[in-house]
């Protein structure tokens, strides 16, 4: 897929090949990219942990230290975070995307027009949109001799708003604006992109762009899972979506392809304003997608589609052109942003990759933990991958990701390897256990009492 402002931003910086999310889940992971701090340690362990307020006393984000430090801190888009780490911007984000969105649509288009026959409504906007054969609207109200859709949340479809106004494209405005508002005084400033993530309306001429026909199907596509702790896992594509997984696929790539638009107008405006040479950008997402591998859909695993996610650091004359293929953790940009910077923060659960960048190496021992709710956490290195389930009839699962990168063969659970692989298992038992008494993790007498299963 053609995505020229993204790979010419990766030109130009250090990209990450194998960066973890530390919560393959929305608000647990921007709370720790925010923070530093695993999501054990920072209390926004789940998505409605955020509305709540549920973050431990004290814990606090890059940007209120810079917003302390005479920096100038504006975030455009999603929130999604606990409000206690709000008091740093000035407006406050937008706790309700759909209802600011909206108020946007009617300030700047006339009234939205009425659904033709078959269209529905796009619950963000307010406007028609034309439904996909695997959308939730569409299969509960159209065609209820299906199999029931075990949940909502599965929107598709292409998009009646102008591509000039989609919630993206306001983002981005509005991303815009604060650059030409702050250019001239220190700034931190946020674009939070909704696409891709669901709801997958995306506007004509993006959808226009992606052609299923032309898109692979994953390799691991048809994984029945039998010696995994996602087996019988709620995310699983029904029917109808297996049908349609390379359309699936298509309405993301197409929201991908509006991202990399907007990418490429800030950046711009970053040109214009002569902001190049002394504005760190960082490109990243809070979680990967599925799309399929594994027989799956959205996030919420510990494979790789759901844990693995971009990352793009620029600074020109100080971050050089390079790619980093060591895993690393999103909690450590807390510590590098500090690190560029030159303003101390607070010390954290991550570490700065100013060394890793500059000189393209990796430390030895380095491993990234990521955990999912009160359910699974996972430990890796660029050669190992083990998961742990806090569920006593789970198995444990452990790859050796050299011979097998599209982690199909679990070597623990019900493996005939089973007993070759319990030495390196126990190595990696081990070194999650370290880990969780350094990090005073609840689990961790758990843990040391389940033998490897």
């Given at each position: 897929m053609d995505t020229p402002n993204l790979d010419r931003l990766a030109r130009e910086g250090t990209r990450f090949e194998r960066a973890i999310t530390p919560s393959p889940i929305c608000a647990p992971a921007r709370v720790s990219i925010l923070t530093g701090h695993y999501i054990h340690r920072h209390g926004c362990t789940t998505n409605p942990a955020a509305p709540a307020n549920r973050i431990r006393p004290g814990v606090t984000s890059f940007d209120q230290k810079l917003h302390k430090a005479g920096y100038a801190t504006r975030y455009c888009g999603r929130w999604h975070a606990p409000p206690a780490l709000l008091d740093a911007y000035d407006p406050a984000p937008i706790m309700d995307d759909s209802e600011y969105y909206r108020a946007y649509l009617a300030r700047v288009l006339p009234p939205a027009p009425k659904p033709r026959p078959g269209q529905f409504i796009n619950p963000y906007s307010g406007w028609p949109y034309d439904p996909d054969p695997m959308d939730y609207a569409y299969r509960t109200e159209q065609r209820p001799h299906e199999p029931p859709v075990p949940m909502p949340g599965k929107l598709y479809g292409r998009d009646s708003v102008p591509a000039a106004h989609t919630i993206s494209a306001?983002?981005?405005?509005?991303?815009?604006?604060?650059?030409?508002?702050?250019?001239?005084?220190?700034?931190?400033?946020?674009?939070?992109?909704?696409?891709?993530?669901?709801?997958?309306?995306?506007?004509?001429?993006?959808?226009?762009?992606?052609?299923?026909?032309?898109?692979?199907i994953s390799e691991t596509f048809d994984d029945s899972r039998e010696d995994?702790?996602?087996?019988?896992?709620?995310?699983?594509?029904?029917?109808?979506?297996?049908?349609?997984?390379?359309?699936?696929?298509?309405?993301?790539?197409?929201?991908?392809?509006?991202?990399?638009?907007?990418?490429?107008?800030?950046?711009?405006?970053?040109?214009?304003?002569?902001?190049?040479?002394?504005?760190?950008?960082?490109?990243?997402?809070?979680?990967?997608?599925?799309?399929?591998?594994?027989?799956?859909?959205?996030?919420?695993?510990?494979?790789?589609?759901?844990?693995?996610?971009?990352?793009?650091?620029?600074?020109?004359?100080?971050?050089?052109?390079?790619?980093?293929?060591?895993?690393?953790?999103?909690?450590?940009?807390?510590?590098?942003?500090?690190?560029?910077?030159?303003?101390?923060?607070?010390?954290?659960?991550?570490?700065?990759?100013?060394?890793?960048?500059?000189?393209?190496?990796?430390?030895?021992?380095?491993?990234?933990?990521?955990?999912?709710?009160?359910?699974?956490?996972?430990?890796?290195?660029?050669e190992w991958k083990y998961v742990w389930s806090i569920h006593p009839n789970d198995v444990d699962m452990l790859f050796h990701l050299e011979p097998d990168p599209n982690e199909l063969n679990n070597l623990l659970g019900r493996s005939p390897r089973r007993?070759?692989?319990?030495?390196?298992?126990?190595?990696?038992?081990?070194?999650?256990?370290?880990?969780?008494?350094?990090?005073?993790?609840?689990?961790?007498?758990?843990?040391?009492?389940?033998?490897?299963?």
């Open positions: 306001m983002t981005a405005d509005e991303t815009i604006v604060a650059l030409n508002d702050l250019h001239n005084v220190p700034f931190s400033i946020t674009c939070s992109l909704l696409h891709p993530h669901p709801p997958l309306y995306i506007a004509r001429p993006y959808c226009d762009e992606v052609k299923a026909a032309d898109l692979g995994s702790i996602y087996r019988d896992f709620d995310r699983a594509l029904d029917q109808v979506e297996r049908a349609h997984i390379r359309l699936i696929m298509a309405r993301y790539y197409a929201a991908v392809k509006e991202v990399d638009h907007h990418v490429g107008r800030i950046l711009a405006a970053i040109d214009r304003l002569q902001l190049r040479d002394r504005t760190l950008v960082i490109f990243t997402a809070d979680h990967g997608e599925m799309l399929g591998d594994h027989g799956l859909g959205q996030k919420f695993v510990f494979y790789d589609g759901s844990v693995r996610v971009p990352l793009i650091l620029r600074l020109p004359g100080r971050i050089p052109r390079g790619v980093i293929v060591e895993p690393v953790n999103l909690i450590d940009l807390y510590a590098t942003i500090s690190d560029y910077l030159g303003i101390q923060f607070p010390s954290r659960d991550g570490r700065s990759l100013r060394e890793q960048i500059q000189e393209n190496k990796s430390s030895p021992g380095d491993f990234i933990v990521s955990q999912f709710e009160e359910r699974h956490i996972m430990i890796q290195d660029r007993a070759k692989y319990l030495q390196p298992a126990r190595r990696w038992n081990q070194k999650l256990l370290e880990w969780m008494e350094q990090t005073s993790h609840p689990w961790k007498d758990r843990v040391s009492r389940t033998e490897i299963r």
